[in-house]
């Protein structure tokens, strides 16, 4: 073999033995690289979770008894007839709330309902509580009437009152903040759905009450729903009914609203003070609306404190935007809650009375909405009040209930689908802890020829952290 020869066979084999080497690196590298994990490239972007400053609480009361047609010359003037008496609180012992009387419209210069304020403690929000309550014994308006002092609500809805004869209710926009309210009132009844002129725009200023006759709305309706719609501020809107049975007058109450349709309303601490006579007056009527379409409501009535708790479950079928009323029997002296639940949205409240004669007075009870959270309630003026706890769960609860002050305070245990009634304190400031189980709670205050009953609902929770993305 030639040098030249050797060479070229030399260089190819070196060649040759090069590429082998790069190839197998290049396989091994592969390899390497899918076995061993990549760096991750993040391209979200970084978020901060910031809690904001906490804000001052503002709840929103009724005020006085209002009485309209006293002057035969101004059939629409409306007065006040008698003084609500304030029980107000916080979330700390011995702090008062700042209180502030709020014009009416219609009461020229006379003022009844009022704004309560708590300012935070610090980083720390203060719940506010109250309540109200009077009782008045003239000719043409007598009973006595008690409400909570509510946070104001862009959309409510109101299920109580009547326009039929011998009703004279009212409708109570209060509006406790610093900003004009613009308000749509639609109204439900035999009709359907329908938007009254007088509904329409209706404009409540900033630090103001506005008084809105419900017959201006609807005339003629037994048992009508209005749904309050605000832009611009939230409202507190509540109603205040009354009957006149021919020339005696048989009761009064005010009532706040339901905050929003939901496929279950629980109806706690109805009392029943006195078993209806035989043909007389429905003593317990059920009303009900399914908003936005038909609906079958399956109905359950428990009694408080029973052995045997159920005493009334049956189905009633509503048509969508036409309110509905159902009698719930003669239900012996008791507390009472109703359980209303439907596959669609529904509003609920139950009407009770303690009969049809002179001393008679009635009280629509309102849906309380679960806990979940501790929260502070007042106790009104007036009567002994009790405090119905529903448990409508699978499981036991127990819950814990004291004054604010501590100087009294207990444990209450309520068996899984039971409610159980607890006596108070009148003119008091409570706090109830339920441990995040949900429970209702619902209050009664019942005497001779005297009915009321509100809610409880929860204290607004502490603000949800921000999301800051930088």
Request: aromatic letters at 4%.
């Amino acid at each position: 073999m030639s040098d030249k020869r050797t060479f070229r066979w030399a260089t190819t084999s070196a060649r040759m033995l090069g590429g082998t080497l790069v190839g197998a690196a290049f396989v091994i590298a592969v390899v390497t690289a899918v076995s061993v994990p990549w760096p991750e490239i993040d391209r979200s972007a970084p978020a901060i979770e910031e809690y904001p400053a906490a804000d001052q609480s503002i709840a929103a009361c009724t005020g006085d008894i209002l009485a309209t047609g006293r002057d035969v010359e101004d059939a629409g003037e409306i007065v006040s007839a008698a003084d609500a008496t304030l029980t107000l609180g916080t979330s700390i012992p011995d702090t008062d709330p700042e209180v502030s009387d709020l014009p009416a419209d219609a009461l020229g210069d006379e003022q009844s309902a009022s704004a309560v304020v708590a300012a935070p403690d610090g980083e720390v929000r203060v719940d506010v509580a109250g309540a109200g309550a009077a009782t008045v014994s003239d000719e043409d308006l007598r009973g006595y009437a008690a409400s909570p002092c509510r946070t104001a609500l862009m959309e409510s809805w109101l299920v109580a009152g009547s326009t039929a004869t011998g009703s004279a209710d009212l409708v109570l926009l209060t509006n406790p903040g610093e900003v004009a309210a613009t308000v749509q009132l639609t109204v439900y009844g035999a009709q359907g759905e329908t938007q009254p002129p007088g509904g329409a725009d209706v404009v409540v200023a900033a630090g103001t009450q506005r008084i809105v006759p419900l017959a201006g709305l609807i005339l003629g309706e037994a048992s009508p729903v209005v749904r309050v719609t605000a832009v611009g501020a939230p409202v507190q809107a509540s109603v205040q009914s009354s009957i006149t049975r021919g020339l005696i007058a048989g009761g009064v109450e005010q009532t706040t609203a339901v905050a929003s349709p939901d496929t279950t309303q629980v109806i706690t601490g109805i009392s029943v003070a006195e078993a209806p006579a035989d043909g007389g007056e429905a003593g317990t009527v059920l009303r009900m609306l399914a908003p936005s379409g038909d609906a079958t409501a399956n109905i359950r009535v428990t009694a408080a404190d029973a052995v045997q708790p159920v005493v009334l479950e049956r189905s009633i079928e509503l048509t969508g935007g036409v309110p509905a009323e159902a009698e719930l029997g003669g239900l012996d002296v008791g507390q009472y809650t109703v359980e209303a639940t439907a596959e669609t949205e529904i509003v609920a409240s139950v009407w009770q009375s303690t009969g049809s004669g002179e001393a008679a007075d009635f009280a629509w009870y309102m849906p309380a909405p679960s806990l979940g959270a501790p929260t502070t309630f007042a106790t009104p003026a007036g009567l002994e009040p009790q405090l119905t706890l529903a448990n409508v769960t699978d499981a036991d609860m127990t819950i814990d209930l004291a004054t604010v002050d501590g100087e009294q305070s207990q444990q209450v245990d309520v068996a899984a689908h039971t409610s159980t009634t607890v006596r108070l304190t009148a003119r008091t400031v409570y706090r109830i802890d339920d441990g995040g189980g949900g429970v209702h709670a619902g209050l009664s205050l019942s005497g001779d020829g005297a009915l009321a009953g509100y809610p409880v609902w929860p204290s607004e929770a502490a603000s949800d952290a921000i999301v800051v993305y930088p």
